[in-house]
């Protein structure tokens, strides 16, 4: 059983912006074909398929480790099983990386999980989430990094995202899917 966990923060008025990619990226690739539930003792809403486990914490983006542990360890998923779906300021918006064991230094979803697991050995689906005309890094323009992911995507940067999920990002969580 593979899980895949899309993070963003819990409340509607965080749809669409920067912090939540993961958890829209879920959203867009999962549609309505599964059926979510709310699991209060694992902190998440959960979906599942003949193959799959799909998590989308109830907590905070910083305090997302917990629920993501108990969860992985209830279902028993190894770490080569488990892709994570997260923001990255590091890539521009239209772009994402998939690997494993390559995670933001900096992005504190990340360090939560990685904390509560014990190992930062899973797949990574990093989003880019950073504007074209921000050349190098968000923290070199003076910008708080933390209010930066909090903004909503313009239109045209939403339109963006969906045409990476639709066109890349679908193709490759199924390739990943179909990996043993």
Known sequence: MKMIVGLGNPETEYSYTRHN???DVLNEI???S???KEDKNLGVFVAKDSGCIYVKPMSYMNDCGPSISKIFNFYKISAS???IIYDELDIFIGEYKLAVNKGSRIHN???S???SLGFSNYWHLRIGVRDLDIPSSVQKTGVDPAKYVLQKFVVSDRKKIQNLIQTSVAS???DWL???
């Open 178 to 180: 179909s990996k043993k």
């Open 109 to 111: 979803g990340i360090l």
């Open 172 to 174: 490759a969580i199924k």
């Open 81 to 83: 099983d488990l892709l």
């Open 30 to 32: 999962v549609g309505d």
């Open 21 to 23: 990619v993961g958890k």
């Open 113 to 115: 999980i990685n904390e």
């Open 34 to 36: 599964v059926e979510w």
